[in-house]
């Protein structure tokens, strides 16, 4: 269901699935029944004591894994996947130096905000050993799509700015929390290459892309053509749990061996049984073609809406992971800041729910739960028509 209700029942269309976060639809039977099901016969048992549901679940992710990435972990949130993903950069190269776009998101704990690139998101604190680079922005950047040219800019960051030596990189495929913004095609073919000269190792932060989200891939990174080293997930994984993962080499893993490497709730039954049947259910209801599918209308009935609208400064996305920024002046692309304010709650007014990112918030997330249909992408469309129409 791609549906939420107030308190006076009222009907709203959720084109944000609560943060990128509700894949299946809302309370899907299958995965509800998954649920119940687990949590009669046992709800929670750690690691220490294996459950065949953590097996079952580990076994089913692996299998949707190009290469060799075949060792899962599982955590709570994406940002623990993405602070487990940099413990086992760090402790298998032997290097401290962590890389990441400006603009990314990748969390808010203590670690990951160091890697995390928005002022709005950080707090003052020491972020040590993590180096921004710029950031292969189509729309904003200063190379355009020239995947070239960024890619040198990070060569020259290790070059200049560390020992030569780092532990690795990381980047989101389509930054979420940025504002829907696509990397340059063939960027981290390029960045790849030269951060495993340089040591290091290669992560796809999938947290918001992942699960055929995207339609024409099941995974960000294969829009990209390249195999990680190191995957992290989350959101979409549990339909709504809290579930996370990181999906690793047997090589990788080895390394955590060293110490005892344990998460209280991650993999336990529940979520576990839950996310198996958010896996079953993409296959069965085949939603990553229902995204390619919806995705592409939505895109193209967005882009006629820019024709009318000057306030539209730019389209972008994939299938259903789609952005809409918002600007007063297209040729100097100002952020509409008060008007994108303006607008989401005249959407939220006429029963429509939507997403704002970038760093000024001028940008609408449209990320629905991937059972939205064509139907709702023209009342979508129709509202936003509407409302802007009013300003």
Request: aromatic letters at 8%.
């Amino acid at each position: 269901m791609q549906y939420l209700f107030d308190e006076n029942g009222r009907r709203y269309l959720d084109a944000f699935a609560g943060i990128v976060t509700v894949s299946c639809g809302h309370c899907h039977s299958d995965v509800l029944n998954a649920i119940f099901e687990q949590s009669k016969l046992l709800q929670h048992a750690t690691t220490i004591y294996l459950h065949h549901a953590i097996a079952d679940f580990a076994e089913a992710l692996a299998s949707k894994m190009p290469g060799n990435l075949k060792v899962v972990y599982f955590v709570n949130s994406g940002t623990e996947a993405n602070e487990l993903a940099m413990l086992m950069a760090r402790l298998y190269t032997g290097n401290l130096g962590m890389i990441a776009l400006r603009n990314a998101y990748h969390g808010g704990s203590s670690g990951t905000i160091g890697l995390t690139a928005l002022n709005t998101w950080k707090y003052p604190i020491p972020q040590g050993e993590i180096h921004h680079v710029v950031n292969p922005d189509p729309y904003h950047g200063s190379f355009g799509s020239d995947a070239a040219r960024y890619a040198q800019d990070l060569q020259d960051h290790i070059d200049f700015g560390t020992s030569g030596k780092v532990a690795g990189f990381i980047a989101e495929t389509i930054q979420g929390v940025g504002g829907a913004v696509e990397l340059a095609p063939g960027y981290l073919k390029l960045v790849y290459d030269i951060v495993r000269k340089a040591g290091g190792v290669c992560i796809a932060d999938e947290v918001q892309t992942g699960f055929g989200r995207t339609g024409s891939h099941y995974w960000g990174f294969e829009t990209q053509g390249v195999i990680p080293d190191i995957v992290t997930m989350a959101k979409g994984i549990g339909n709504g749990l809290p579930l996370g993962a990181v999906v690793t080499t047997p090589e990788i893993a080895n390394v955590m061996a060293q110490k005892i490497q344990f998460n209280t709730f991650g993999g336990n039954p529940v979520c576990s049984a839950g996310g198996l049947a958010v896996l079953r259910v993409i296959d069965k209801e085949r939603r990553q073609a229902h995204c390619a599918d919806v995705g592409s209308h939505l895109l193209g009935r967005l882009r006629t809406l820019q024709e009318r609208h000057d306030i539209i400064g730019d389209v972008r996305g994939r299938g259903l992971m789609v952005g809409m920024e918002l600007v007063t002046d297209r040729q100097e692309k100002t952020p509409a800041k008060a008007e994108t304010a303006v607008l989401f709650e005249k959407l939220r007014e006429l029963g429509v729910l939507v997403g704002k990112g970038g760093l000024h918030g001028n940008v609408f997330r449209i990320k629905p739960p991937m059972c939205f249909t064509k139907d709702d992408a023209d009342f979508l469309v129709d509202a936003l028509d509407y409302s802007m129409s009013k300003l």
